[in-house]
């Protein structure tokens, strides 16, 4: 069974950095596509961005690209560094896995981690 853990979350100010982790549980992390979606309160789960299998193409959403960096080690882990954060970042972060190259679709993702909070203050 697939396992996600994220980790890094936390509670920081307009303009702080985080740097998010996801650690799976399979060998075969390096060959799936990894995503960072997102869920802000009262919000629908959104997209933030993907990377290819063995650190492939990567993309953004507009809200992420330019502050947001995506990365794999292609051992066991993803990362989403996020820099100047801003309020409305404020959400709960899920890594996710899937097979589709440069998905951006929630459905093409069917292994999920719990998520983390990631509350930024103004």
């Known amino acids: 069974q697939v396992q996600l853990v994220e980790s890094g979350g936390g509670l920081v100010q307009a303009g702080a950095s985080l740097r998010l982790s996801c650690t799976a549980n399979?060998?075969?992390?390096?060959?799936?596509?990894t995503a960072w979606f997102r869920q802000g309160p009262g919000k629908e789960r959104e997209f933030v961005a993907t990377i290819g299998r063995r650190g492939g193409s990567t993309y953004y959403s507009d809200s992420a690209k330019d502050r947001f960096t995506i990365s794999r080690d292609n051992d066991k882990t993803a990362y989403l560094e996020m820099n100047s954060l801003m309020p409305e970042d404020t959400a709960i972060y899920y890594c996710a896995l899937g097979r589709v190259p440069g998905s951006t679709n929630s459905a093409n993702y069917p292994y999920w981690g719990q998520g983390t909070q990631v509350t930024v203050s103004s």
């Open positions: 399979i060998r075969t992390f390096s060959i799936h596509q």
